[in-house]
Nanobody
Framework: EVQLVESGGGLVQPGGSLRLSCAGT????????IGWFRQAPGKEREGVGC????????YYVDSVKGRFSISSDTAKNTLFLQMNSLKPEDTGVYYC???????????????????WGQGTQVAVST
């Protein structure tokens, strides 16, 4: 059974940084696309970024390029989202996801990802 557990969310001031973690069990990181979605209040879920280790594919939504970075510790089956230069519009619930492909198209379709964590809240505010 695939399980994903996020942690690391919180309240941060604009310009600050946070690192989210996602601990995964029940699957091998190398074989799947793993990434992050977010959902702001009153808005639809938005793909933030993804990686697929065995084919080196990566994707980031334009609004986070240069500020966010996805990395992983495959020995611990843990995914990270390093978020720098945070803006109020980055506020939302962040979800760790697992699917088959990491592409711009897949990140535009939340149902492309079969497994979701419970989410962790990120608030960027003064």
């Amino acid at each position: 059974e695939v399980q994903l557990v996020e942690s690391g969310g919180g309240l941060v001031q604009p310009g600050g940084s946070l690192r989210l973690s996602c601990a995964g069990t029940g699957f091998t990181f190398d074989d799947y696309a793993i990434g992050w979605f977010r959902q702001a209040p009153g808005k639809e879920r938005e793909g933030v970024g993804c990686v697929k280790i065995n084919d080196s594919s990566t994707y980031y939504v334009d609004s986070v390029k240069g500020r966010f970075s996805i990395s992983s510790d495959t020995a611990k089956n843990t995914l990270f989202l390093q978020m720098n230069s945070l803006k109020p519009e980055d506020t939302g619930v962040y979800y760790c996801v697992v699917g088959l492909i990491c592409t711009e198209q897949a990140m535009g379709l939340p149902w492309s990802f079969d497994y979701w964590g419970q989410g962790t809240q990120v608030a960027v505010s003064t």
